[in-house]
């Protein structure tokens, strides 16, 4: 072999070292972080059967509690949960989720005002959900609503603020 | 841009030297003769880190308890993108690790590498083994499935049965009364604790060994040397590219293993070893009784011994392959004898068997389910059971498919699974169901009868149906009427029922069934219009039944109570 072949040949195996190593990095770089840093898709809220409509008085919100499954990676666990549902008319029925908008206090309705009340900042709402006053920057959130008969299944949360738009 | 990094280069070499170092490491002087056959070494180191790697990125979303871990696992699996090659690639990188280490090993025997002054590289490299097989041992349980379960089941016994040490064993792995907890937990952490360091620290010596004696040369090399860069590298990195290919594609292709939930009342459950262990599984058989200890313990001592000893018994200068016949025999028999151990193992396991003709009648039907198990298929709708399980095929969920692990179950281990799962699947994620025994008792006898075959169209039962069977069992109709072969012969069979009478005709019997028959000794019912109407429409659905016994019971019936006719 003249020096000129020998230099190619040694440029080629190092060339194929870097080469290879390469390829064996990036299959294992590669999934390694789609696998570390893609979060998982988020599971949807199945619906869930949370009383019966039949107690409701037009107009007055009543808090129902109902167990539901929230899935917490590979765990499944069953939670309480509950709703501030409202009967407007027969088909019209308005479920919120039980947290204010503003901070994740439990509000509550004030029977005597006809409205909701969050005790934390004082943010208070409409029976539609609308704020009155306070610092709460949206209307209650609500949850998506089924009725089946009289049965009253919920499903996933959201701000109505942002469906509107 | 290149003064730069000259630069920078020599500002680090002054510091650490590191460049030193790395040409140091490089640019050894091996035999001429090296190549082609001492690729496997570095495979083994490159595997190993692939291994570290890949077990590294599973911890993140692996929870390493009973139970949770087994859900973990799944969740890794189906919910995370790439989270399949992940474990296929730890669990067959396990496998071809062990491959890659035997054959290491063939190599250095067959060429008699291990000879003066190399015998403590060879004797750490037998420390490796041993270590390499402690990891397959001890990730064997991590899964936390029933393969993993049973598996370890019987490792632990063996460990137990140790002269001396025995009991003080199974204390050790937290294995007296079966395997739980302590036991995983010990495994868990000599997997990923402590044999890691351990292995790293061998391997280090190992590669310090090979360095300090020398690439072992062929016989016939005298003088010349060449550079272990490019030349070596490049070969080892051709082979660590080869197997990193076979590697992957099976991660991809080949379906890692996951069964259900450890169980460990499944008593049908065939626990066999990773492919590797199965000739040490099938040595244990040759020996019963009192010659059990010779396999397992005497003989793996012995022939651990034998390999730590193989440099001191072998003390011939001669490496030529061809002259070195003892070696080679004892080589061809340990293989010849392995494969064959490890060929019967595989030959003689059974294959699981799936025993729905021991569940008693096979349904394939809705219509053809006696009321108790139609009322199950209620309480299961109510319990939301499907929220974890399946029953027929379709996307995994977190509990197992219902239909293919039901029917080896009884009847008292499912109330008892109910009322508090734990008890008999430590680990579960099920929360119990709050019924009462009857209630439990109806569910248990609609799993019952669930074969993967007939999930679909039980599944499809009716709403309506479902009510009117409930509505069957709260009156108790049960007592004097047969449905679909269960129940008493006081009344009439009511299977076919719509071909004998009207709805109104049922209606009216159950409401008053003295306006029929004077002599009739059935109660009247007062059921509301919901329970009425979902009761008639349930029985007019029972299909009409050719059964012998239950039209003999129907002619009985008749000649002893001289009911209505059916006819």
């Known amino acids: ?165 | 841009m290149n003064s730069l990094k000259d630069h920078l280069v020599r500002w680090v070499e002054h510091r650490t030297g590191l460049e030193t170092a790395i040409k140091n490491f490089l640019y050894e002087e091996i035999p001429a003769s090296s190549g082609w056959h001492q690729v496997f070494g570095s495979v083994a180191v490159f595997l190993f880190l692939v291994q570290a790697f890949t077990g590294l990125l599973l911890a993140f979303n692996y929870a390493p308890t009973p139970g949770e871990a087994y859900n973990s696992l799944k969740y890794i699996m189906s919910e995370l993108t790439g989270g399949h090659l992940m474990r296929g690639l730890h669990h067959w990188g396990a496998s071809l690790m062990i491959v890659v280490v035997v054959t290491h090993m063939t190599q250095v025997f067959l060429f008699g590498a291990y000879k003066k002054p190399r015998e403590a590289t060879w004797i750490v490299g037998v420390g490796l083994l041993l270590l390499t097989l402690a990891y397959g041992l001890t990730g064997y349980l991590l899964p936390w499935d029933n393969r993993a379960y049973w598996g370890t089941v019987v490792t632990t016994q063996i460990a137990s049965k140790a002269p001396l040490v025995g009991s003080y064993l199974t204390r050790l792995l937290g294995s007296e009364q079966s395997i739980g907890v302590v036991t995983f937990a010990r495994f868990y952490a000599l997997h990923v604790l402590l044999l890691p360091p351990i292995t790293s620290f061998l391997i280090l010596l190992h590669i310090y060994l090979v360095r300090k004696h020398g690439v072992a040369p062929l016989p016939d090399d005298r003088g010349a040397t060449k550079k272990f860069f490019p030349e070596q590298v490049f070969k080892d990195t051709v082979a660590i590219f080869v197997a990193f290919m076979a590697l992957f594609v099976m991660a991809v292709a080949v379906k890692v293993p996951l069964e259900r939930l450890a169980d460990p009342t499944d008593t049908a459950y065939i626990p066999r070893p990773e492919w590797y262990f199965l000739f040490l599984f099938q040595t244990l058989k040759l020996f019963e009784g009192p010659l059990e200890l010779l396999g397992t313990v005497v003989l793996p001592t012995l022939a651990i011994l034998a390999l730590l000893m193989v440099p001191f018994f072998d003390r011939g200068a001669c490496k030529r392959l061809a002259q070195r016949t003892v070696a080679l025999g004892v080589a061809g028999l340990a293989a010849i004898g392995w494969a064959g151990l490890t060929v019967t193992a595989i030959v003689t396991t059974p294959k699981t068997p799936i025993s729905t003709e021991e569940a008693g009648t096979t349904v394939n039907d809705w219509q053809h389910l006696p009321p108790e198990a139609l009322v199950g298929i209620g309480y299961f709708r109510e319990e939301r059971c499907a929220t974890c399980h399946n029953l027929a095929e379709g996307t995994p969920r977190i509990g197992p498919n219902l239909a293919t692990t039901s029917v080896r179950k009884s009847p008292a281990w499912m109330m008892e699974h109910f009322r508090n799962p734990s008890s008999l699947v430590p680990g579960t994620s099920m929360p119990p169901i709050h019924l009462d025994d009857s209630q439990l008792s109806s569910l248990a006898a609609f799993l019952l009868k669930l074969t993967p075959q007939n999930a679909r169209a039980l599944e499809a039962a009716p709403d309506v149906a479902v009510a009117g069977a409930m509505v069957f069992k709260a009156n108790q109709c049960g007592t004097c009427h047969t449905v679909n072969g269960e129940g008493m012969k006081i009344g009439p069979a009511l299977n076919g029922l719509s071909q004998r009478r009207s709805k109104e005709w049922v209606e009216e019997q159950i409401r008053n069934p003295q306006s029929h028959s004077s002599e009739t000794m059935m109660p009247p019912y007062k059921l509301s219009q919901s329970e009425m109407e979902s009761l008639v429409t349930y029985l007019l659905s029972l299909p009409a039944v050719k059964s012998l016994s239950i039209a003999q019971a129907n002619s009985e019936v008749l000649e002893r109570f001289q009911l209505p006719s059916l006819n």
Request: hydrophobic share 40%.
């Open chain 1, 1 to 165: 072999m003249t020096e000129e072949q020998t230099k190619d040949r040694r440029n080629f195996l190092v060339m194929a070292i870097y080469g290879l190593g390469a390829l064996i990095g990036a299959a294992l770089a590669v999934p390694a972080t789609v696998y570390l840093l893609w979060p998982p898709r988020p599971k949807k809220q199945e619906w869930v059967e949370a009383g019966s409509l039949t107690p409701l008085q037009p107009k007055v919100p009543e808090e129902m509690v109902f167990r539901r499954n929230r899935a917490d990676g590979w765990k499944i666990t069953s939670e309480k949960a509950t709703a501030w549902v409202v009967k407007m008319s027969q088909k019209d029925i308005i479920a919120f989720a039980p947290q204010c908008p503003h901070l994740g206090c439990a509000y509550h309705w004030e029977v005597q005002n006809k409205e909701f009340l969050c005790p934390c900042h004082a943010s208070r709402f409409s029976l539609e959900g609308d704020v009155l006053s306070g610092p709460s920057p949206r209307p209650l959130d609500r949850y998506e609503v089924k009725i089946e008969g009289e049965k009253l299944l919920l499903g996933p949360v959201y701000s109505p603020k942002e469906q509107r738009s």
